[in-house]
């Protein structure tokens, strides 16, 4: 386990066969240098050059990313800053072709590409939010013997079978970051001067849907483990602790004791709580 690593942050390599497994580490090595060494062609064409107040906003973010996931775990991807593209706006709307908005990030890259949006608020927020993914618990597979590929397969809270068609708890990941995001804007932003007053205003409001499901869950957690919890943060933080830790035994045990036995994956195949949306 590396602190304040500068490699792209992922835990394991899973899909090696018997015969590779004693060489797991020596595979994960030689994985993780190709990484670092790949890709970066395509971002030059859209990727601006870093204003003095970007990198100003960007290292207030990078500093804070620890307090908040330190709490949760030791390991801190400490993300270099020529890893974090700047795009004009809308241009990670047209680099990743319409799949993202404003913000996206590269477990296997260990890079970020973020809109410069105008706000500085909202551009803090979504470079937060991009770095707290490469700082999630993550385990990547090898697929496929003739021409193998490097797929993720666990993304913090989120799981991906191995046959890489179902996908478990995918919108709650995006809510579980952010839910550390807008602490983040609580605690950091609002009372800090970096930040201009007015700008303070501009909160992105983002993934509405997918942090509707999650707190729907977790107030049904909260209401029925009120004799365990002192505060709703406490369930939270237990949603937190899986995303950076990978290890979902603990809001297994609370779903199942909650909702009964089986609950644990019905709810990860988005069958459980339905929200009105
Ligand atoms: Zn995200």
Redesign the pocket.
């Known amino acids: 386990m590396e602190n304040n690593s500068e490699k792209p942050h992922f835990e394991k390599l899973v899909g090696l066969s018997k015969e590779e497994r004693p060489y797991q580490e020596g595979i994960e090595g030689i994985v993780s240098r190709k990484l670092t060494e790949c890709g970066g062609k395509t971002i030059e064409k859209f990727e601006i050059d870093k204003t003095g107040r970007d990198i100003e906003v960007i290292d207030f973010v990078k500093g804070a990313v620890g307090e908040y996931t330190g709490k949760y775990t030791e390991k801190k991807y400490n993300i270099p800053l020529q890893n974090i593209h700047v795009f004009n706006p809308g241009g990670v709307e047209e680099f990743t072709e319409q799949k993202l908005v404003v913000?996206a990030?590269s477990i296997e890259r260990g890079s970020i590409v973020v809109d410069r949006v105008e706000s500085d608020t909202a551009f803090a927020m979504h470079v937060f939010?991009?770095i707290l993914?490469l700082n999630s618990y993550t385990a990547l597979q090898l697929k496929g013997k003739e021409e193998p590929s490097i797929e993720t397969y666990r993304s913090g809270i989120e799981v991906i079978a191995r046959n890489g068609e179902k996908i478990f708890f995918r919108d709650i990941e995006?809510a579980v970051?952010e839910l550390l995001t807008r602490r983040f804007y609580q605690e950091n932003i609002i009372t800090n001067e970096v930040f201009d007053e007015e700008d303070k205003k501009n909160f992105p409001i983002c993934r509405v849907e997918e942090r509707a499901k999650l707190e729907a869950l977790i107030d049904v957690l909260w209401e029925g483990n009120k004799n365990r919890f002192k505060t709703k943060e406490g369930v939270e933080d237990l949603f937190l602790e899986a995303q950076f830790t990978g290890n979902l035994l603990k809001i297994g045990r609370l779903i199942e004791k909650t909702f009964g036995k089986g609950s644990f994956r019905k709810l990860g195949e988005g069958n459980l709580i339905k929200t009105e949306s």
């Open positions: 913000g990030s939010h991009e993914h995006e970051i």
